[in-house]
T-cell receptor, first 114, second 114 residues
């Protein structure tokens, strides 16, 4: 198993540009989520999904869109990038039964918005 | 949702035992307690989970008192490679408590010195 895979690893955008951060997991996890982490700060929840077709907002959803058409993929879209969205983005997944108390994280996408 | 509070930072020396305490005063009956380790430029990694009393694995021990309003992560004989940020995360579980809004606190930066 590859676990949780995030692409790209690094991205530079200009203000106003749009892009999609990709997240895929091969563990058949129903739950997936996106966090952002600013320098020296903790993780803040952006959006999450408890299954295909179901998404909900986290702590800091403004400026981000998500959709969940398959169990494997949970892309995060920035419609019009702003410098305040410069951050490291982490995707995470977990089971929703059994041992589902454990989150599995990707290696992150470092995004800079100029 | 149970809010967590941890010390911002801790220092230790190689070979010492380190105890990091997390406060979660409004923990619910169905909530589990999990801990994560994060190195710079990496996603957090699951360390240990528990519900009550004591849990031990090959990496750490987790102590949870009877009232469950706090938990203590214990790292035996730390080395320089244990320098990282440590997060506790309360995970709602079972029944109507199996929600997806998993909110991290600010974490504890542990610096291990030679």
């Amino acid at each position: 198993n590859a676990g949780v895979t995030q692409t790209p690893k690094f991205q530079v955008l200009k203000t106003g540009q749009s892009m999609t951060l990709q997240c895929a997991q091969d563990m058949n996890h129903e739950y997936m989520s996106w966090y952002r982490q600013d320098p020296g700060m903790g993780l803040r929840l952006i959006h999450y999904s408890v299954g295909a077709g179901i998404t909900d907002q986290g702590e800091v959803p403004n400026g981000y869109n998500v959709s969940r058409s398959t169990t494997e993929d949970f892309p995060l879209r920035l419609l019009s990038a702003a410098p305040s969205q410069t951050s490291v983005y982490f995707c995470a997944s977990r089971e929703t039964d059994g041992n589902g108390k454990k989150l599995f994280f990707g290696s992150g996408t470092q995004l800079s918005v100029l | 949702l149970a809010k967590t509070t941890q010390p911002i930072s801790m220092d230790s020396y190689e070979g010492q035992e380190v105890n990091i305490t997390c406060s979660h005063n409004n923990i619910a009956t169905n909530d589990y307690i999990t801990w994560y380790q994060q190195f710079p430029s990496q996603g957090p990694r699951f360390i240990i989970q528990g519900y009550k009393t004591k849990v031990t694995n090959e990496v750490a021990s987790l102590f949870i008192p009877a009232d469950r309003k706090s938990s203590t992560l214990s790292l035996p004989r730390v080395s320089l490679s244990d320098t990282a940020v440590y997060y506790c995360l309360v995970v709602p579980w079972g029944g109507s408590g199996n929600t997806g809004k998993l909110i991290f606190g600010q974490g504890t930066t542990l610096q291990v010195k030679p």
